[in-house]
């Protein structure tokens, strides 16, 4: 092959489009020598001499695409960053009714967690403002794999702590290698590596009452921006909270989000179509309705929290539990389906579905299930009939129209909440 220019920029061109392609990352927006000193440092690493062998090993290689990833990735965070969202959380948290709880945890992504100073930070904050430990499930992800192993080891040093670490001193210990966080904080946060703009990209619970999104979206050019918070958002509550970066606020007012009033200085915000029903209380009443309906509806524990897709699926046992019809089912299937055995809890609950009358809290549960590995039209098909059931199942109701919204019908959408709302303020609401 002949060499070319080390700099050959029509290549670099490609690259930096690979990369754009990959995790988003805008070249014009971070400036393209920072991705040319990556590539120079991996052609460095590799032993390679030109830029056009390294762009057809970065072709060929899916695990080159990844250590040039580590390459480019910002992973700049600390302790306590912009600590006003923070403690804004841990008031909302404090407010709801009911309490944060084992059965009912309040749900926190933080996405991108870096690693790991913010989830942490969350933990540290909710326990410290009297949080029981227990209510407490904090996802955190990150694209870059050294950041998750670090995430994970949670053993720091200087730069992540910055101000006044002194009243959490009691959470860390010390080691030859640094501070590390204790058990009891770091038990409370589960780290996975998770590209945001990977299309399979899959979370380990779904409707979260917080999302963190903060100092990322500045690194994406508006489109970006706008699939991954589309994306953001579908992973949400009802009325679900992001709570982004002081820097990110103009991408998320673009976007359509609006300050949660009484917290526009902490960054918290919601996403309100113009025509959407109002599902979210005025603050402090953060925790949802959908969960006190859930619990109505005896659906809490079963409910998948999920839409975690597992990519890897794992050979089902046969189904004992057929035999046995109703609640049975139901947990099993909420079992699997929190396990991320997602193609296990379709394969058995559509056994069930067979094999008896499927109850509406069955058909919506296995709406949900369905949604989560992207079967759309059979999650709808799920939905409708436990609504033809059910009328006012609230939680079929309110992911159908969740459903709606993605598909683009805002009016069905508003028309499913109102109708949701209605069960969830207690009124009969027929359709
Ligand atoms: C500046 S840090 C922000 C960390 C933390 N949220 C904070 O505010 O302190 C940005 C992180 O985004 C991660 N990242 C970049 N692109 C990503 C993507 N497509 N999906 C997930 N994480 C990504 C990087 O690896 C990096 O750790």
Not at 18 to 46: F, N
Not at 216 to 230: C, E, G, M
Not at 391 to 398: E, I, K, N, R, V
């Amino acid at each position: 092959m002949t060499a070319v220019p080390i700099d050959a920029p029509d290549i670099m061109a490609q690259i930096e489009r690979a990369l754009y392609d990959r995790i988003g990352l805008d070249a014009s927006t971070v400036g393209s020598s920072l991705v040319h000193r990556a590539v120079y440092r991996r052609m460095h690493a590799r032993g390679v001499a030109s830029v056009v062998d390294y762009a057809w090993r970065l072709a060929a290689e899916v695990i080159e695409m990844q250590e040039l990833v580590e390459e480019v990735v910002i992973p700049e965070t600390y302790f306590f960053r912009e600590p006003e969202a923070l403690d804004a959380v841990a008031r909302r948290v404090c407010a709801a009714s009911p309490r944060a709880s084992e059965e009912l945890p309040v749900r926190i992504l933080s996405a991108p967690c870096s690693t790991g100073e913010e989830p942490y930070s969350i933990a540290m904050t909710l326990v410290a403002a009297g949080v029981a430990p227990s209510g407490i499930a904090v996802d955190a992800l990150d694209v870059s794999e050294n950041a998750v192993r670090r995430a994970r080891a949670a053993i720091y040093r200087g730069g992540s702590f910055r101000g006044d670490m002194q009243p959490w001193r009691r959470h860390f210990h010390e080691t030859k290698h640094g501070l590390a966080l204790n058990a009891d904080i770091t038990a409370l946060v589960r780290i996975v590596r998770g590209n945001l703009l990977d299309p399979e990209f899959r979370t380990p619970r779904s409707a979260y009452d917080y999302v963190f999104c903060r100092n990322l979206l500045i690194y994406f050019d508006a489109d970006t921006q706008s699939r991954v918070l589309t994306m953001l958002t579908s992973l949400l509550a009802p009325d679900g909270i992001l709570v982004v970066g002081a820097a990110d606020t103009f991408a998320v007012r673009r976007a359509g989000f609006v300050p949660v009033p009484g917290a526009e200085r902490s960054f918290l915000f919601h996403h309100r179509p113009a025509d959407a029903v109002d599902l979210i209380a005025a603050p402090p009443v953060p925790r949802t309705k959908v969960v006190a309906s859930r619990v109505k509806q005896r659906l809490v524990a079963t409910t998948p929290r999920v839409s975690k897709p597992s990519s890897r699926l794992q050979p089902v046992a046969a189904p004992s539990v057929v035999a046995v019809p109703g609640r049975q089912h139901i947990d099993e299937i909420a079992r699997l389906a929190d396990a991320g055995r997602l193609a296990d809890a379709v394969r058995l609950g559509e056994v069930a579905m067979s094999a008896h009358d499927a109850s509406a809290d069955l058909l919506a549960l296995m709406g949900t299930t369905y949604d989560a590995i992207n079967e759309q039209s059979r999650a709808e098909a799920c939905y409708r009939r436990a609504l033809y059931l059910e009328p006012s199942h609230a939680d079929a109701l309110l992911h159908l129209a969740l459903l709606m919204e993605r598909r683009g019908d805002a009016a069905a959408a508003t028309r499913l909440r109102t109708r949701a709302r209605r069960t969830l303020d207690g009124s009969k609401g027929a359709p």
